[in-house]
């Protein structure tokens, strides 16, 4: 069956689970991304194209929710060079402002160029005559170009999760041509912010296509500037077309985030809670945050018996290097400060290594009384609007990292420097502090950044990313 509306995205929305008889079921695994389309891909019969997290596996397409579902096999090799390597140690530390040195190896490159073409192909297969195609995030970046190239009576649209560099560290990619052209096959490009969107277009300003037609020979015209759910900024591709580039801030779907947890009871905990929730991923500054808390316990500001910092950091991308080195400093700083300032009855940082459901996290962002978000970098950081959504009674406060992009609409959280701790102690101090003293102050900001979340929820960025496109 073809589909008007095709998602191509790294992931299918899918989790292989093994019983414990040996028989192996497949089974929908909601995240944000998915609960966006979902209404999208249901009106149009929509099919997901995408790979199911499991190297080797080659299950056939099959139906989740109302939504076809279509597998691309990765191999082990591809899962080594494509993902771990080319995406998560070339790309994701390049965009990331170099937090940790990109590597670059050319066997990874072809990988991410192989599989790139293995996607387009699929989506090719599936989309019927004039479809739209919405191509999401950084390891699917060529996608968009040979898709064109297979089928040319396509709309297609591209997103990136992840923040766009700023066009001086974009050059240092030894394929920065290819990749290029490679968006330049969509219609449209979506990032979070205009930051982002500008660094494109400055890239674009000065970048050479070698095969250009336009203009001053090999040279890609540029026009406008960037702009937020409306297209005012546009590149001419090497092949003439027009492409859309603008800023689409991705956001939770904060009213069903808020209902849910309305249903749950926060956690059960004495004192002060400060809560961290992420991805164990060296971008999000955990370390920073723990250097910081254990510096105001040393100091005394903070009192180790009548505080509590939570830790809770889903496992990721495990095996590569950068990744097992972030998880042993984290895990070491997390028993000195135990060591030093925990007690039996009560440890000071309770550190999870887990992913937990839903619900349960709710109930943790219910209780905590200070969110502590401390990112390097971070196109957007869905946690801070999810803690946000929770608190619509205006209890809570946000300390949140001037980095992430989700600070340029959440001014009112307690923004902080993450690379330098005085203005993380600060800004928590800050925190606590309004929360005892100024409650008044405190409430005012959380039901800020409440309604500020609530107008602007996923649904909203589903829908004008879509409107531009067509
Ligand atoms: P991530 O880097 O994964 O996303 P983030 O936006 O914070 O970062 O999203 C993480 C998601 O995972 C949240 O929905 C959160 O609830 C969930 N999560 C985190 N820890 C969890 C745990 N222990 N158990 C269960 N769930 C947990 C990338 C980019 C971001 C961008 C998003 C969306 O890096 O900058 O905001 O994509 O575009």
């Known amino acids: 069956m073809n589909s008007d ?46 790979w199911p997290g499991v190297p080797d596996e080659a299950p056939e397409p099959f139906e989740a929710d109302g939504v076809l579902l279509h597998p691309v096999t990765l191999t082990e090799e591809d899962y080594q060079e494509f993902y771990e390597g080319f995406s998560n140690a070339t790309l994701w530390p390049l965009y990331h402002d170099l ?31 004039g479809a739209t195609v919405w191509v999401q995030d950084y390891q699917l970046q ?64 000065q970048v050479t296509l070698t095969g250009s037609t336009i203009g001053q020979p090999d040279k890609l015209r540029v026009e406008g500037k960037a702009s937020i759910r409306e297209v005012t900024a546009f590149i001419t591709a090497p092949d003439g077309r027009k492409v859309g580039v603008a800023a689409f801030p991705i956001s939770i779907d904060s009213s069903e985030v808020a209902a849910l947890a309305e249903t749950v009871e926060p956690i059960e905990a004495e004192g002060t809670v400060i809560l961290g929730v992420d991805r164990l991923d060296y ?36 095996r590569i290097d950068q990744y097992r080195r972030t998880r042993s400093q984290v895990e070491e700083a997390v028993g000195r400060i135990n060591g030093r300032f925990g007690t039996v009855a009560h440890p000071v940082v309770h550190y999870m290594h887990r992913s937990l459901p839903k619900k349960e996290l709710l109930s943790y962002y219910k209780r905590a009384d200070v969110m502590f978000i ?42 902080c420097n993450p690379h330098d701790i005085e203005s993380v102690k600060r800004q928590l101090l800050n925190a606590l502090t309004a929360l005892s003293t100024d409650p008044e102050d405190a409430r005012a900001r959380m039901l800020d950044l409440h309604q500020q979340v609530l107008t602007y929820d996923v649904n909203e960025w589903a829908r004008s990313f879509l409107e531009c496109l067509q």
Not at 107 to 125: D, G
Not at 149 to 159: A, C, H, T, V, Y
Not at 375 to 388: Q, R
Request: glycine share 8%.
């Open 5 to 50: 509306f095709v998602v191509v995205a790294n992931r299918l929305p899918v989790d292989l689970t093994t019983h414990p008889d040996g028989t192996q079921e497949w089974s929908p695994s909601p995240g944000g991304l998915v609960t966006a389309l979902s209404p999208v891909l249901a009106r149009h019969h929509g099919c997901w194209v995408g």
């Open 283 to 318: 971008t999000k500054g955990i370390l920073q945050r723990l250097l910081a808390f254990e510096e105001l316990l040393e100091s005394g500001a903070v009192e180790a018996s009548e505080t509590m910092l939570i830790q809770i950091a889903t496992p990721s991308r495990e």
């Open 99 to 129: 937090i940790v040195s990109p590597e670059y190896h050319r066997t990874w490159w072809e990988s991410y160029r192989n599989v790139n073409h293995k996607f387009a192909q699929e989506a090719a297969e599936v989309a019927s005559e």
């Open 374 to 415: 401390t990112a390097y970098k971070d196109g957007m950081n869905l946690v801070a609007k999810e803690y946000v959504a929770c608190h619509g009674d205006g209890s809570g406060a946000l300390v949140l990292s001037e980095f992430a992009g989700s600070a340029i609409e959440l001014q009112r959280a307690w923004l």
């Open 142 to 205: 060529l996608v968009p170009g040979i898709l064109r190239q297979l089928r040319p009576d396509l709309k297609i649209g591209f997103f990136l999760h992840i923040p766009f560099p700023s066009a001086d560290l974009f050059r240092q990619l030894p394929w920065r041509e290819e990749l290029m052209r490679g968006l330049l096959g969509a219609d449209l490009i979506g990032f979070h912010l205009e930051q982002n969107t500008e660094n494109f277009l400055s890239l674009a300003r």
